[in-house]
């Protein structure tokens, strides 16, 4: 609904769109369709780096487990584990051989699970 309604904010309304009448109504009754991109917790790889080491100083290792307290970082561990089997083979990743050396540095393991 909401790329509907960029659509027509932006001027790309076609016949089979939603009316402006339509998204009026909506936002009458409460319907917010406005779109803010997420910013918080957004954090650098470098960030993450530093906090992996303080995880790993803390537990003694960089397997980091999805509990309360590390969620966020454990949710990064494991995209970073995709990123690198999808660089790994060849694939298109955004992970830099930079990056990989990093973590191998610190004692990262990429097959863990």
């Known amino acids: ?11 790309a309304c076609t ?5 402006e ?12 369709l406005s779109y803010q ?9 470098e960030e993450r780096i530093d906090d992996l080491k ?3 100083t803390s537990h003694g ?11 966020s970082l454990y949710r990064w561990v494991v995209k970073v584990r995709e990123k690198y089997a999808r660089w790994r083979d060849g694939k298109t990743s ?4 930079e990056q990989v050396e990093q973590l191998f540095s610190i004692g990262f393991d990429f097959d863990a699970s």
């Open 1 to 11: 609904m909401r790329k509907k309604y960029r659509a027509c904010r932006d001027g």
């Open 15 to 19: 016949l089979t769109s939603w009316s």
């Open 21 to 32: 009448d339509q998204f009026k109504r909506l936002a009458e009754i409460g319907i917010d």
């Open 37 to 45: 991109k997420r910013t918080h917790n957004i954090k650098s790889f």
């Open 54 to 56: 303080a995880y790993q």
């Open 61 to 71: 290792h960089c397997d980091v487990k999805c509990t309360k307290e590390d969620k």
């Open 94 to 97: 955004n992970l830099t051989s």
